[in-house]
C-alpha cells in the first residue's frame, strides 16, 4: 500500500462547479499535512496547508480527518486556471521529509 | 516567498556520461535540501534529504554512488547523475527548507534526456 494515496483522476468539470479531491495516508504519526498545486511541466507550489480544524482560502478549503486518516481539498466556483494537478503531501513526526500522493489531475471546461 | 534556482533547466546528455545539477537557496540560508524525481504521469518521489556539511541520506532503492549528492554551503546542493542511462531520463527537482517558516520551497526543475 502506497504512503499516501490519491485518486488520479482527471476530474472533467464545468466552469463555476463545486469538486472535491481526497487524499489517504497510511502513517498515523503524519504530522503535518499539504496540498500543492503543479502545472504541466512546472515545479510544485504551495496551495495551502491543512490544519486539524480545517482551514478555507478564499475558493479553496481544506479538511483533516485524523481518525480516518485523510484530507481533503474543496474547490468552489472553480475557473478555467484552476485546471492543474493536485498534489496532497504529508511529513512525519521529526522529520523535514515530505512525500507526496500521485496527484489528482483537474481540468475545467467552459 | 523564498526563491530556489535550478540550473540547467534542461539537459541532454550521452549514455555513460555525467550530469550535474545545482539547486541554490537565493535569499536563505538551507541547511536541508531535498531531491526528487517525477517520471510522467507519475507523482514526486524523494530521492534523497540534502543535508549541509554532511552526508545526504538516501531514501530506499536510490543508489548513492550513483546519484551523488554534495552540500557544501549554505546556499547551494548539487546533484550528480554518474554514468547515465536512457532510464534516468526524468524531471528532477529540488526544495529548499526554510527553517524561519519550516516552509519548503521548490526550485523550477530541470529535465534530464539520456540519449
Known amino acids: 500500500r502506497k504512503e499516501v494515496e490519491q485518486d488520479p483522476g482527471p476530474f472533467n468539470v464545468p466552469e463555476g462547479a463545486t469538486v472535491a479531491f481526497n487524499c489517504t495516508y497510511s502513517?498515523?504519526?503524519?504530522?503535518?499535512f499539504f496540498w500543492y498545486r503543479q502545472d504541466c511541466r512546472k515545479e510544485p507550489k504551495l496551495l495551502m496547508s491543512?490544519?486539524?480544524s480545517g482551514n478555507e482560502d478564499g475558493r479553496f478549503t481544506a479538511q483533516l480527518n485524523r481518525a480516518s486518516q485523510y484530507i481533503s481539498l474543496l474547490i468552489r466556483d472553480s475557473k478555467l486556471s484552476d485546471s492543474a494537478t493536485y498534489l496532497c503531501?504529508?511529513?512525519?513526526?521529526?522529520?523535514?521529509?515530505?512525500?507526496f500522493g500521485t496527484g489528482t489531475r483537474l481540468q475545467v471546461f467552459p | 516567498g523564498a526563491v530556489v534556482s535550478q540550473h540547467p533547466s534542461w539537459v541532454i546528455c550521452k549514455s555513460g556520461t555525467s550530469v550535474k545539477i545545482e539547486c541554490r537557496s537565493l535569499?536563505?540560508?538551507?541547511?536541508?535540501m531535498f531531491w526528487y524525481r517525477q517520471f510522467p504521469k507519475q507523482s514526486l518521489m524523494l530521492m534523497a534529504t540534502?543535508?549541509?556539511?554532511?552526508?545526504?541520506?538516501?531514501e530506499q532503492g536510490v543508489e548513492k554512488d550513483k546519484f551523488l549528492i554534495n552540500h557544501a554551503s549554505l546556499t547551494l546542493s548539487t546533484l550528480t547523475v554518474t554514468s547515465a542511462h536512457p532510464e534516468d531520463s526524468s524531471f528532477y527537482i529540488c526544495?529548499?527548507?526554510?527553517?524561519?517558516?519550516?516552509?519548503?520551497?521548490f526550485g523550477p526543475g530541470t529535465r534530464l534526456t539520456v540519449t
Open positions: 540534502s543535508n549541509e556539511g554532511s552526508k545526504a541520506t538516501y
Open positions: 491543512v490544519y486539524s
Open positions: 526544495s529548499a527548507l526554510d527553517r524561519r517558516s519550516y516552509e519548503q520551497y
Open positions: 502513517n498515523s504519526a503524519s504530522q503535518s
Open positions: 503531501a504529508v511529513n512525519y513526526e521529526d522529520t523535514d521529509k515530505l512525500i
Open positions: 535569499d536563505f540560508q538551507a541547511t536541508t
